[in-house]
């Protein structure tokens, strides 16, 4: 893996946004950052499109803006460039950051309400890639940016039944560079029958709690010794995972969620949870790929 973050850059207002935070934590990792562009026009489109020199001089003046404007506020950060062409946008993004460390795209607001539209780019990048992928949203400062210190946490939701070291080492890695404290999450539910059998002992439910807090908090342990300094809070709450996960996470300074790795070419390649944080998490969210 290259200490390099790849940014994918549409011509949107989305652009900005992600290639500032991108610039935050290039610096903060003391890496590199590579602006993309990937033509993606449609071979039958309903209107003419432009000759392929215009697409040329439009994509490359595109990356030149950004890659000035990035050197002016940023002027130490080493900032490449580079135009893809022949291959839909998504597999070209997910090509052009095989050995990066992140891969940042932009999200179109949609306001606090409605969360914000990830779009068809950034839902067809994050299966073709094991790359961590980075949504920030359009228009947004960051509660905390890359770089800065202060009390806004890492948030990772986690499912202690699966496999979550890799999710585990990128949220710890990012909490540690940050100075700032990890809030991992785990949300769950009552076993259907309560809703059948509401005499049952309702010691039934503290018991499972107290299950639950002790297997995160075994899954923790390892992490907590590689981290002596890092503050981690673990929360294990009754309710629908992404609901507590988006709670947690309403100041974040980032959202940490995974996404299982399959190898099938049919089904779902991002799961419901990770669905839903994408599209209403109001920080920057990053989705880890797994096994």
Known sequence: MSNRITVGLDGSNTDVTAADWAAGEAELRGAAVELV?????????????????????????????????????????????????????????????????????????LGAVAGFLVGSTGADTIPQTETPVVLVRAGDVPNRPPGSTGAAPVVLGVDVHSNCDRMLGFACEEADRRGCPLVVVHGWSLPPVYSYAPTLDHGVGAEIDRGLKAALRELLNPWEE?????AVEARTTIGQPAIQILEAASEAALVVVGRRIRRAALGSHIGPITHAVMHHAASPVAVVAHD
Do not use: F, N
Not at 59 to 64: D, K, Q, R
Not at 226 to 230: A, G, R, S, V
């Open 226 to 230: 590689k981290y002596p300094h890092l």
């Open 37 to 109: 562009h990937a033509e993606d026009w449609p071979q039958y489109a309903p209107m003419a499109v432009p000759l392929p020199e215009s697409r040329r001089q439009w994509a490359e003046g595109l990356l030149e803006q950004a890659r000035d404007r990035l050197s002016r506020t940023h002027p130490r950060l080493d900032i490449r460039t580079r135009r893809i062409e022949g291959l839909a946008a998504g597999a070209a993004l997910a090509s052009a950051a095989t050995d990066s460390a992140l891969l940042v795209l932009g999200s179109r607001g």
